[in-house]
């Protein structure tokens, strides 16, 4: 396989990875773009890279700055904005399950929160109330794992994982 061929696979496969944890695909690729190069991109050439037009590349070099994915550069004598993606791959980490769990575990405890408000009469409703305070219960706990998976200062995983692997 070609460099080229190896980097329109690695686009395309990253632009259908990220699908999968609920990012749009063109978000992914151009993701995937700024990973790969080694200087920091333009708009225009990330548009000529994945043939996209220019409100979809910009929609979503907002999105990634919002998320913290790629960061402005200045480029002296340079009148465009340049990105470069976060390649510190911890960090990266961090910030998708952060953002995951402010749009997908913080919504769902706040549910259960309100769900486990009803008064136990029947034998349904027993039933309810014990699988929403066990959910809930698990929640929490997943709560404080991602909080700590996200606030840790260095890669904590990685050594034990290793370790486990050889």
């Known amino acids: ?4 061929e190896a980097k329109e696979t690695f686009i395309s496969e990253w632009g259908k990875l990220c699908m999968d944890w609920g990012v749009n695909r063109a978000m992914g690729q151009i993701h995937a773009l700024l990973l790969i190069s080694p200087q920091p991109m333009c708009s225009e050439k990330v548009m000529t890279d994945l043939e996209m037009s220019r409100g979809n590349v910009n929609m979503n070099l907002r999105a990634l700055l919002d998320w913290g994915l790629i960061h402005k550069v200045l480029i002296k004598g340079e ?12 960090k990266v980490f961090q910030l998708i399950i952060a953002r995951r769990k402010k749009k997908e575990l913080e919504p769902m405890l706040q549910l259960l929160e309100t769900s486990s408000c009803i008064e136990s009469k029947c034998t349904d409703s027993d039933e309810f109330c014990r699988v929403i305070k066990e959910l809930h219960h698990f929640s929490k706990k997943a709560d404080k794992a991602l909080d700590i998976l996200v606030e840790s200062k260095t ?6 994982l290793l370790k486990m692997m050889r």
């Open 79 to 90: 009148r465009k904005e340049f990105f470069i993606a976060e390649k510190d791959f911890w």
């Open 1 to 4: 396989m070609q460099l080229t």
């Open 155 to 160: 890669n904590f995983l990685t050594s034990p």
